[in-house]
């Protein structure tokens, strides 16, 4: 594992090799995966250079749509946790160039801490 989830002390939520093979065409060279979290059957994936969220569409999971935000890009980011009669969470990332934020929702299971503590360090670990 890369030097993100080492600093974290985290384990993903997915086989990070798994999530490794299933985007190698579209992972740059050199590019490590540190983490990834399964949201429904969606996937967030940490990279040392990029947050790449996987949103797979229709019946089967078979289309899917690739979002790549690089650390840089994203100014701000928050994490509403459910409430007591609330279902989901709800994360939000303002990218640079974009009026209205990125927003997700996020099942009671998810992962919340690990997420933020990954987006912390992408984004305030810049260099």
Known sequence: MGLLSGLLGLASDVDVDQVRRDLEPILIPQEEIDLAFAVIRDLFVFTDRRLILV?????????????????RSITTFSIETPGTFDHDAELKIWISGQHEPLARELSRGANIAGIQKALAEGVLGRR
Do not use: L, M, N
């Open 55 to 71: 949103d797979k569409q229709g019946v089967t999971g078979r289309k899917r749509s690739y979002q790549s935000i690089p650390y």
